[in-house]
Each structure stands twice: as C-alpha cells, then as structure tokens.
C-alpha cells in the first residue's frame, strides 16, 4: 500500500493521524494518506506566514519568481504521465483525460510564470500641484486554497499558479477523497527549488483540518471550489479573520440546442458536456434544453451515444466514462434519479449501476417534459442528463435562466445574431457558443449567483491575489502649511 506525507515549511511530514484512500474502480484501499489536524494547519500557515516576510522569497524579483514557475512547469510536463495515473488511481477520473489534461497544466504555470513581471502598478494625475501618487500592487499575503477531488491539479494550478505569480505564499488543502495527486505535486514544487514555506500542501477532514484553515487568524484570502453548503461555512469561518473569499462552486448549466444546429456535432458536446469525467464537473452541462420540433430526433442520437459509451477500468485508454469518486457520490446519483422518476421525469437510458466491484453508475438520460424533477434543480456531480424542451427563443432563454445557479452555458445554433442575443441574456459567468468544456489559462472562469464569485485563469485571476497601496510623495520643498486643514 503506498503512503503518501504532507509537505510543511519544505519539508515532507506525516499528519496528526492517517486515514486509508479508496480505489473507486474496485471499492478497496491503495493508500494512506497523511491525516493533518490544528497543529500542522498552524505549522502550515505559520511556515507560509515566515516566507512572506523573511527569507528568500520576499527579496526575489518578479521575474525570478516568474523562472521559478517555468521550472516548474516543465517538471509538471516531464512528470504528467505518474500524475495522471495517481490522480485516475485516487479520484477515478479515466486516464484519458486525466494525461491529456495534466500535460495541459503545465501551460497554466507557464502562463503564470510569463505574467509574474506584467503585474503594473499605475501612476494617478492627482489633483495637488505639489503631490507625485502611484499604485503599487502587493501579493494580499497568505492564501488558504481549498480543492476539491475532481481534476486537482487542473482546480490548483489555476489557484497556486496566479498567485505564486503576485509573490503570495500559500497552504493548499487537497480534499480528502482523493489527495494522491497534489500530495505528489509537492515533490516537484520541492524540485523546483521554491523557498520553504512558500508551498505547503496538506489533506485532512473538513471539521479538523478545511475549519481550521479557512477561520485561522493568519490567513488573508481564501480560495475555494467546491459545493454551496461547504461555502458558506467557509464564508462563516472567514468572519473570524475577515479574509477575502473567491468561490468557485458549482452548476446546473443550460445547454440550449436550437432546431437549425448541426446536430451530430451538438450531440457530441453533448456527450462531452455531461458523461465525460463521468459527469463530475462544475461546468458539466447537465440541462439540455432542445427546440420541440427535433427533440425526438436529438434524443435518439443522443440515446445511442451514450449507450455506446464504453464503461471500464479508468486505468484503461479505451475507457470513456469510469466510477464516480466515493461510494457518497454514487449512493446520491443513484437516490436522486429515483426522487426523479418517482416526479415524473421519464427514463430514456442509464439509470442502473452496472454489476460487478467499485462506484459505477450507467450514463443516464432523463426527459422531464411536464415534470417537477428535482434532476432539475439539484447538481447530481454525475452522468445525469435532464432534458426539456421549448418552442420560441424567449422561452428557452427562460428555462435557461431558471436556475439558482450561474457557472456556465451552451448554445447550439447556426443563426449568428440569436447566439448574440442569448450570449447577452443568459446569466453565466462562461458561455459556449457551438462548443462546449474548452478551457484555456488565457480566459476567465467563475460564475454568477450559487455557482460563487471571483475568477480564475487570465490576468484577471493574478490581479485578485494583490491588493493595491496608495503612495503619496510631496514634491515641494515648503513647509506644510495649516496642519489643521486637511490637504
């Protein structure tokens, strides 16, 4: 059975405790994982703290900082093929996406790393004759970063990589189901030659470890992913030490495909959009909303498809869609496709857990035409797709925005200016326009409303980790006059 350690203050430690991780593809232990409590979250902030202000990393230029992260990132690169596995191991996302997507990380440090000398200060025509005022734009100081077990290294890169760029330092928590993957990143931050401190990587439990890191006294900003309910504790914990939050949670989003789309090409976004990663993704469109006059005709490509797809070992590059990460996870897919058939919705395809070891659940297609379905309200964070259907752009533009959520949208159509008038009208923080799950370290990513605020990838995401000092220089030579009138 491997073991797996913290990394603290640069070096590799074991937790308070260690707890067994679950293989989801057979449902028996592989590893341990290093349990951290209170003490080594203070250590880890402590350590995070010190490298702020002392020692090696505040004297380094931008552009050093900048070389850093390209080392980095070619160590990433170099070490993406034992990264994938650990990470299909661990999390059960299949190894064909997990080696393409980590050889893709990469390029998020290396986007980071080109940033790190680009941050600008500005300089303000104040309204004084005798006054010179700039910007400065300083790291915001100690981030507590909380990641959950789906794509990890991609949700980390987007977080470590922009504020390492902005000089920040940092304590990465990897959720509990699933940390092989960022455990064993830490060893080429090691590599990369980052001072103590700057990186520490640490997994443990929500009450002992997730709490005592978003509520301690010494952390600044607190970037989470993950769901609602775990947010708002988050944003509770952060009252105690009035840190700035970014939230990126999660999706119910509208995929809309319009009567005069190609629809093989929507059918298979489609497909990508909800069963690839077996469905566990925040941007994971998961409402399909069909013009009436060819929803029969979509649902039957679509229903073939997805029957089509080849259920397997994640280890397997022919497999498409493997286990759901936890037992937890697989148990709340399976009860809420029951709540929604017993609603009404009506089974077009899936809906079992095939025969045989580990968390599989069989791409399902629910049509809730004429039903109050809870699929399509709740985030399933598995290969559920609900459907409904529309007869004017008004409406489907309705049903799109029927939701409590806000993260991403796709829209399926040949007509240029209604894709511009729905662009415009659906509120989402990503929308897709004839694609859907691209991804780039140049854009944006983050959502409106349950689905979080704040950013991440682009410049945009860097900026977030500074916070600006306003510097006044009085340029005359004269006493100051009156000192009782303000200047």
């Given amino acids: 059975m491997q073991r797996f350690q913290c990394y603290i203050n640069g070096e590799f430690a074991d937790g308070e405790a260690r707890f067994e991780s679950i293989d989801p593809a057979t449902g028996h232990a592989w590893a341990e994982m290093p349990e951290a409590r209170e003490a080594d979250v203070d250590r880890a902030v402590e350590a995070a703290r010190k490298a702020l202000h002392d020692g090696p990393w505040p004297k380094l230029s931008a552009t050093q900082r900048g070389k850093l992260l390209y080392k980095l990132a070619d160590l990433v690169a170099e070490h993406a093929g034992k990264l994938a596995e650990l990470e ?48 400065r734009r300083e790291p915001i100081g100690v981030v507590a970063m909380v990641v959950p077990w789906n794509s990890q290294l991609f949700l980390s890169a987007v977080k470590i990589g922009p504020a390492l760029a902005a000089g920040c330092t940092m304590v990465v928590k990897a959720s509990e189901d699933g940390p092989a993957p960022l455990l064993e990143f830490a060893r080429l931050v090691h590599e990369a030659g980052f001072p103590a401190g700057v990186v520490n990587i640490i997994t443990g439990f929500g009450p002992s470890c997730g709490a005592a890191l978003s509520r301690h006294p010494q952390v600044d900003h607190i970037a989470f992913t993950g769901g609602p309910e775990t947010a708002r504790h988050v944003v509770r914990n952060s009252a105690e030490n009035l840190a700035s939050t970014s939230l990126e949670l999660g999706g119910k989003s509208p995929f809309i495909v319009f009567a005069d789309a190609d629809l093989e090409s929507a059918a298979n976004a489609q497909v990508a959009g909800i069963f690839a990663a077996t469905g566990q993704s925040c941007v994971a469109g998961s409402r399909l909303i069909v013009e009436r006059s060819v929803k029969d005709r979509f649902l039957r490509i679509l229903k073939a498809k997805a029957e089509a797809i080849r259920i397997g070992s994640p280890l397997d590059m022919a497999t498409e869609v493997g286990p759901l990460a936890t037992e937890r996870q697989r148990d709340h897919v399976q009860a809420l496709v029951a709540r929604s058939l017993s609603a009404g919705a009506g089974l077009v395809t899936g809906g079992t857990v095939p025969e045989g070891a580990g968390f599989y659940f069989r791409p399902t297609i629910l049509d809730c035409d004429g039903s109050a379905s809870p699929s399509l309200d709740n985030e399933f964070f598995g290969p559920v797709l609900s459907v409904l259907s529309f007869e004017t752009e008004a409406e489907a533009l309705r049903i799109a925005n029927d939701t409590r959520y806000g993260l991403a949208a796709g829209i399926f ?75």
């Fill in 413 to 487: 159509t040949q007509n240029l200016t209604r894709a511009h008038r729905l662009m415009k009208g659906i509120r989402a923080g990503i929308v897709w326009v004839n694609t859907y799950r691209a991804v780039s370290p140049i854009a944006p990513f983050g959502g409106f409303g349950l689905s979080g605020h704040g950013r991440e990838g682009g410049l945009e995401a860097a900026l977030d980790y500074t916070r600006t000092k306003t510097v006044w220089l009085r340029t005359s030579d004269d006493p100051i006059p009156d000192p009782f009138v303000m200047r």
């Fill in 88 to 135: 299909t191991r661990d999390t059960g996302k299949v190894i064909r996406e997990t080696s393409a997507q980590i050889a893709y990380v990469a390029d998020y440090y290396r986007y980071y790393a080109g940033i790190a000398d680009k941050i600008e200060g500005s300089y303000l025509p104040i309204d004084k004759p005798d006054m010179d005022v700039w910007l």
